[in-house]
C-alpha cells in the first residue's frame, strides 16, 4: 500500500480546491477569525460575545474557578464555623479586615466568585448552542463527495482489479455500511464518515458541565445541615430550635424541613479487644425509632455509620459516639438541686472525656444564699491505676469520673453565649479542703462530700451519647449524574476520532478498472492508515488485483500504485 503523508502543519496541501470542502466540517468548533469587530457598540458587543464564548476563555474561566475555591478550603468559612472566623479575625486583626473586604470569609458567596461562576454558565452555554446546531446538520447532511486528486489525502492506496467498477463500488459501499460508516454513492465514488461519538462526547462532556454547575449552585442555595448530640432515651424533633448547631443555604427556609422525629432507644458500640487493631470498632450503631409528620406510625430502624436513615430529602447520620455521667447534684439540706446525664467529649480514641456539670438554678449555700456551681469533669471509660490521664480502652471496662468543684457566677446571667462544655471561672472560686483544692475520683454510685456543708456530688452510673447530622442536598444526585456524564463524554472525545474515507472505481484507458481508497481525519493518526489499510485488504477480497501490464505497455504507470502487492500489506 502507498500512502501519502501531509505537510508540516498536518494539512493537505492548499494547491486542492475541493480537499478544503472534503476535510471541512469534521469538528464543530467555532472558527476564529482574525477580521477586527467594527467600532462602535454592537461591534464592540460581537467582539466581547465571540471572545466569552471561545473554547480558550471557557477553559481560562474553569481554571479561575477552580483558583477561586482554594481560598474557601484553606480560609475559616463564615458558613461553616463561625467560631473559627471569630478566632481568625481575633487572632489577626489586619489579615482579618483584609479578608473581609476581599470577601475571603464567605468565597462561595462572594460576588467575584458569583461572577465567575455566572460567566462560565453563559460562556459554556454560548459554546453548546452553535456546535449542537452544527453537530445535527452535520448528522442530517451527507458525507461530502471525494477529491478529484485522493493521492493528495494522508492515507491513500491504489490497486488495479479485473472487477466491473460499479460492482466495486457497491462492494464497497456495503463494506463500509457493515464497518458502521454512514456511506452513499457520490458520482464515481463513495463516501464515508465515522467517529459522530466524538462530538456527541464533547458536547456531553460540556452539557454535562452545565448540569454540574446549576446541580452545585442549587445545593449551595438550599442546602442545610444541623447536627444534635442524643442522649440514651431522648429523642428529636427536626425544628430548627432542637439543632444543636445549624447552617442552610441562603435560600432555604424553615418550612423546607422535612416533618420527622425519632428516639434513641439504644446505642451499640463494640471494640477489638487484643491483637493489633485492639480498641477498633467492631460495632457502632444506633437502635432508632422514628416517625413522619405529628401523626406518623412509630417505626424501628438503625442507623450505622455510612448508612444513613434516609427521611423525605433528609438524610440522617451517626457521626460520633460518648459517654455521658448521670450526675446527682445535693445542698447542704440534702435536696437534689441537679439530677441529669451529662455529655462529655471524647479528646482520644479511647473516649477519655471532657466536660462540666452546671448548677444555675435552684441551689443555695449554708447560709441561705442563691449560688451556683459549677464542676470540671473528666472521665475515664477503662481506668487503669498507674494511668491517671487517659482511658485504656474505649469501652466501660472500669468508669473512673474525676471531679473538681467551684462555686460563685457561672456568669450565664449576662447575656453572653458561653459553651456548654466549658467553665467561665472567672467569677468561680475552687471548693478546698485542708489539702487544698478538692478534686477526687468517683466510681459508679461513690459520692463526692463538698467541704463546709456545702452539699453532695454523686456519680450515678453512666449513659451513651450519639450525634446525629441531618444533611439536605438537593443537587446531589444531578451533580454526580453531571459528573460521570462528562468523564464517559470527555473520554469519548480524546479516544474517539472522526475520520473519512473514500473508495473511487473508474475504469482505466486500458480497460482495468482503478480502485482508489483514501481516508482523512481530524488529526494526524496512525489509526486512520490503519483502518483504510484493513478496509482496503476486506475489499480486495471481493475486488482482487488484475495481472501486472506487460513491460511493453505504453501506458505510464501510477507511481504510487503497487499492484503486485495486496493493499494494506
Not at 154 to 176: D, G
Not at 378 to 395: D, I, M, Q, R
Not at 397 to 407: E, H
Request: hydrophobic content about 40%; charged content about 20%; some cysteine.
Amino acid at each position: 500500500m502507498s500512502k501519502t503523508t501531509p505537510d508540516a502543519t498536518g494539512t493537505p496541501p492548499a494547491g486542492d480546491e475541493d480537499l478544503g470542502a472534503a476535510g471541512s466540517q469534521l469538528s464543530t468548533a467555532p472558527e476564529d477569525t482574525l477580521n477586527m469587530p467594527s467600532l462602535g457598540v454592537i461591534g464592540w458587543v460581537r467582539w466581547f460575545w465571540r471572545q466569552l464564548t471561545s473554547m480558550r476563555v471557557a477553559l481560562l474561566l474553569l481554571l479561575l474557578l477552580s483558583l477561586g475555591a482554594i481560598p474557601g478550603s484553606l480560609i475559616p468559612q463564615s458558613g461553616t464555623d463561625e467560631t473559627k472566623v471569630a478566632d481568625f479575625r481575633k487572632n489577626n486583626p489586619t489579615l482579618g479586615d483584609l479578608y473581609d473586604k476581599l470577601g475571603l470569609f464567605h468565597v462561595y458567596s462572594s460576588v467575584w466568585f458569583s461572577a465567575i461562576y455566572i460567566l462560565l454558565f453563559v460562556s459554556l452555554i454560548g459554546c453548546i448552542i452553535p456546535r449542537t446546531w452544527q453537530f445535527v446538520g452535520q448528522l442530517r447532511g451527507r458525507p461530502p463527495g471525494a477529491p478529484k486528486r485522493l493521492t493528495r489525502l494522508p492515507a491513500y492506496t491504489t490497486w488495479r482489479t479485473e472487477t466491473e467498477p460499479e460492482q466495486v463500488r457497491e462492494a464497497a459501499l456495503a463494506l463500509l455500511k457493515k464497518r458502521r460508516f454512514r456511506a452513499h454513492l457520490a458520482g464515481d465514488a463513495v463516501a464515508a464518515e465515522k467517529g459522530y461519538l466524538r462530538e456527541v462526547g464533547n458536547l456531553a462532556f460540556h452539557i454535562a458541565l452545565i448540569v454540574m454547575l446549576i446541580a452545585f449552585a442549587w445545593g449551595q442555595l438550599f442546602k442545610m445541615e444541623g447536627n444534635k448530640l442524643i442522649v440514651e432515651g431522648g429523642g428529636f424533633s427536626n425544628t430548627l430550635t432542637q439543632y444543636d448547631d445549624f447552617k442552610s443555604g441562603s435560600l432555604f427556609t424553615a418550612d423546607d424541613l422535612d416533618p420527622f422525629s425519632f428516639n434513641l432507644k439504644d446505642f451499640q458500640g463494640t471494640y477489638e479487644k487484643s491483637g493489633p487493631n485492639r480498641g477498633t470498632a467492631r460495632t457502632f450503631q444506633a437502635d432508632v425509632t422514628y416517625s413522619l409528620g405529628a401523626y406518623g406510625k412509630s417505626k424501628k430502624t438503625i442507623i450505622k455509620v455510612n448508612e444513613p436513615l434516609e427521611i423525605g430529602d433528609s438524610k440522617v447520620y451517626l457521626t460520633a459516639h460518648g459517654y455521658a455521667p448521670v450526675i446527682t447534684v445535693r445542698d447542704g439540706k440534702g435536696n437534689v438541686v441537679y439530677h441529669d446525664a451529662v455529655p462529655l467529649l471524647p479528646l482520644d480514641s479511647n473516649i477519655t472525656s471532657s466536660g462540666v456539670v452546671k448548677v444555675m438554678d435552684g441551689y443555695r449555700d449554708p447560709q441561705g444564699k442563691r449560688e451556683q456551681l459549677g464542676f470540671e469533669a473528666f472521665f475515664l471509660p477503662t481506668y487503669t491505676p498507674g494511668n491517671e490521664v487517659s482511658s485504656t480502652f474505649p469501652a466501660l471496662g472500669n468508669p473512673v469520673l474525676n471531679l473538681a468543684g467551684y462555686y460563685g457566677d457561672l456568669g450565664v446571667d449576662a447575656g453572653v453565649p458561653q459553651s456548654v462544655y466549658q467553665l467561665d471561672k472567672t467569677h468561680l472560686k475552687p471548693f478546698k479542703n485542708g489539702k487544698g483544692q478538692q478534686r477526687e475520683n468517683l466510681r459508679p454510685g461513690e459520692t463526692m462530700t463538698l467541704p463546709n456543708g456545702a452539699g453532695s456530688i454523686t456519680y450515678e452510673s453512666t449513659e451513651e451519647w450519639a450525634n446525629f447530622q441531618v444533611t439536605r442536598q438537593p443537587g446531589s444526585g444531578w451533580a454526580l449524574a453531571g459528573a460521570i456524564a462528562a468523564i464517559f463524554g470527555l473520554a469519548g472525545s480524546l479516544f474517539i476520532q472522526r475520520r473519512r474515507v473514500w473508495v473511487r472505481a473508474v475504469r482505466g484507458d486500458d480497460g482495468i478498472t482503478v480502485v482508489e481508497m483514501a481516508g482523512l481525519g481530524r488529526s494526524e493518526s496512525a489509526k486512520v492508515p490503519e483502518e483504510l489499510g484493513a478496509l482496503a485488504d476486506a475489499l480486495y477480497d471481493q475486488a482482487p488485483g488484475a495481472p501486472e501490464p506487460d513491460e511493453d505497455s505504453t501506458e505510464t504507470p501510477n507511481p504510487q500504485a503497487v499492484p503486485a502487492e495486496r493493499p494494506g500489506k
